[in-house]
């Protein structure tokens, strides 16, 4: 009696860790698929139209931009950007080719990173965007981006 006992507790328990991953999988595709949206959206839309109401809807205030671009050192705030971005002719306005690729999403919990490609004039950036989900919501927290040869 205790063997069958001890052999259904085990097999619950198994199950419902079985269960647990396999929520917690389901839901890190769910928040991944979120993102891709988002990014598709409001990320590279936003670039592509020059449009920073769209754009800066994506990202957390407090934001931080780093990295290199054409071998010289980047570091801008969130607003420094935005105002870049608003004084700057679009691809779109421009006619010039533009490309936005998502090469990756990884998510842990509330936390995830987009690994993406931006092609626009003559840049080619490598970006790793950071995101948080904030009030149910995933807002790029940081972004690193390298201006690199293809």
């Not at 001890?6 to 993102?35: F, H, P, R, W, Y």
Request: with cysteine.
């Amino acid at each position: 009696m205790k063997t069958l006992f001890l052999t259904t507790l085990l097999s619950c328990i198994l199950l419902g860790l079985k269960a647990q991953t396999s929520i917690k999988m389901e839901n890190s595709k769910v928040d991944s698929a979120v993102i891709s949206q988002a990014l598709e959206d409001y990320y590279f839309k936003g670039i592509y139209e020059g449009d920073v109401a769209v754009l800066g809807s994506i990202f957390n205030p407090g934001t931080l931009l780093f990295g290199d671009v054409k071998g010289q050192p980047y570091a801008k705030t969130l607003d420094q950007y935005l105002d870049g971005v608003a004084h700057r002719q679009s691809p779109k306005d421009s006619g010039k080719p533009f490309k936005g690729d998502i090469i990756s999403i990884k998510v842990v919990q509330s936390i995830g990173i987009a690994e993406v490609k931006v092609k626009m004039y003559e840049f080619n950036y490598h970006e790793f965007l950071s995101f948080h989900k904030i009030d149910g919501k995933w807002l790029i927290v940081n972004k690193m981006i390298s201006d690199v040869s293809e």
